[in-house]
């Protein structure tokens, strides 16, 4: 799949949004109607998935349906949507974050003078995979000796596709002299306040503190954010 110019036909009834369901090596993945060849793929079913699942489940391409979720979290689904599929671009760079979550309070990096706050990680560098890059960039800007737990998402932003796991880490927080935050300062935040937090990136941020409520996800999130308001309410 690839950007084109074509538009999806946006079906919710009251079982909800329809889709069709299918399998693929990352396991259970849904599609808008007419996006994809899945559509006629052995094993693909069509489904409908209400507002509740469909936040959380893996629904491609990837860009058209966070518009879809957009409008349907605000009570106005878009009867159609463009189709919009980053994941299939080759990235400009490729980013990995390390969230570290320890009593209650995730680790995040305070950017003062732009009022914001971000994730730790930063780009992956040539031979490097993004686990490693978690890592490093978590010593790099914390201190912290982190261990990854697992992958929970990947985002596509303005060309990046960007990916975060979850890390164990117990150490302190390193002095700031020592730290690489590019003026930011690492601080704890408490992961109820995320959804209310200006947290880059934004449709992570509310996931994380409804994840750390409930089960952690099987597999990780594949989401669009096209989001720049970060103190605007996002719940799709």
Known sequence: MDSDPRALRVRIEADGLHLTRGQDAGGVSYVLPGADAVDAADGATATALPLAEALHARIRPVGSAEAVLRGWTRGAPPPYVAFEDPAAREPVRVRAGAIVIRDGRILLIHFTDEAYYEIPGGGVEPGESPRAAAV??????????????????????????EHYFTLDAEDELGPPETLDTYGGIPVWVPVEELPRTPVWPRRLAWR??????????????????????LRAPCDW
């Open 136 to 161: 490093r960039e978590l010593r790099e800007e914390s201190g912290l000796a982190g261990a990854v737990v697992a992958e929970i998402a990947r985002i596509w932003k303005d060309g990046r596709r």
């Open 208 to 229: 994380i503190a409804h994840r750390h409520r409930t089960a952690p996800p099987a597999r990780p999130a594949e989401l669009a954010d096209s989001v720049e308001d």
